[in-house]
């Protein structure tokens, strides 16, 4: 797919100038410290375990990372920079055999690298080619999901999915659960293991089309970032009809990733009429789209929405506010998939 191999290329390339770099800037910092007995040999072994602590670094920080509001935050941060700072000054010492007063001053230049680096990801990377988010909900289950609990389907053994429910519930709630093969229940004996929400990467190159998984701005309030599938294009009629969307009062055919979902045009615990129903079509301008979520049942999407962005309907989300197209669930490494 040109996403992946776009993405590849970008990773395969933008390591190679780290690696690159990395060393140039570490022996233009030995010379500045004065360091004597400086080896091309030395260099790329420095470079090589430097490179590898960060690597563990990373992944030990994807595993373990605690929430926001958790106190270890703290002692996160003090990991990060004993891996970023204190363990390639420790290394140049040793390798280099100087004191690490002078490892320190040694080291300063390569900040550079990562500055640079740091730059192209600010001011290219994320506006115009890619960005990485975190599933926040369960809205897009089983395509994206958040932090959730797993069960069993009842129906076809297949893994099942909910958002935790919240311990001060009382009566304790029997969550509503959706499997693989979007098949929905309510569960009762659910384990409490909270397993932890995907992260994955949005291309901002892309144009979106019908079926795309797509980032945006939330109409209401554009602070708020949402992720949807988009059902609905500009200048389309959009209703939602035995499970399934009607466009201009034909069907068109999912892709197979949505084969046995469904679509609600009713749901038992919202009261007001939905956009997108038979009897309350959704009329789209010239640059809206229409946007629903894969767990139907549970999904805040163009169908319950009551206020929209100025100047357009309520169901719709304007073109101006898409971010992008999910290409990629990236982690954790086994919900690793291509999306496009």
């Not at 390569?110 to 680096?117: M, Q």
């Not at 909270?194 to 019908?210: I, Q, T």
Request: glycine residues 6%.
């Amino acid at each position: 797919m040109l996403s992946t191999a776009i993405y590849a290329t970008l990773f395969i390339v933008l390591s190679m100038l780290y690696v690159v770099m990395w060393p140039v800037f570490l022996r233009l910092g030995l010379q500045w410290a004065k360091v004597s007995d400086v080896t091309t040999r030395r260099i790329v072994f420095a470079t090589a375990s430097v490179i590898a602590i960060n690597v563990v670094a990373a992944m030990a920080f994807r595993f373990f990372t605690p929430p926001p509001e958790s106190r270890t935050i703290i002692l996160f941060g003090v990991v990060g920079l004993a891996a970023n700072v204190l363990a390639p000054c420790l290394i140049i010492s040793w390798v280099f055999g100087i004191r690490i007063h002078r490892s320190f001053q040694a080291w300063l230049p390569t900040v550079l690298s990562s500055g640079a680096f740091l730059l192209f990801v600010i001011l290219l990377l994320r506006p115009y080619l890619y960005e990485a988010f975190r599933t926040s909900s369960n809205s897009m289950a089983p395509t994206l999901l958040g932090e959730h609990w797993r069960s069993t389907c009842p129906e076809c053994g297949q893994p099942n999915f909910c958002t935790p429910v919240p311990e001060h519930f009382t009566p304790p709630r029997s969550p509503r659960m959706i499997c693989e093969n979007f098949h929905v229940h309510l569960i009762d004996e659910v384990a409490h293991d909270v397993f932890p929400a995907d992260r994955f990467l949005v291309a901002k190159f892309l144009a979106a089309k019908r079926w795309d998984l797509v980032v945006f701005q939330y109409p209401d309030d554009r602070s708020i970032t949402y992720v949807s599938r988009l059902v609905g294009l500009p200048g389309e009629t959009i209703h939602i009809e035995g499970g399934a969307v009607w466009v201009n009062g034909g069907k068109p055919t999912p892709p197979d990733s949505l084969r046995g979902g469904k679509y609600l045009s009713e749901l038992t615990d919202w009261h007001n009429d939905l956009w997108g129903s038979k009897d309350r079509p959704a009329v789209l301008g010239p640059d809206e789209y229409f946007v629903l979520g894969d767990f139907s049942a549970v999904s805040n999407d163009s169908r319950i929405w009551k206020q929209g962005a100025p100047g357009h309907n309520p169901f719709a989300v304007p073109e101006s506010h898409l971010q992008g197209v999910v290409t990629h669930i990236y982690w954790p490494p086994e919900r690793w998939r291509i999306l496009r």
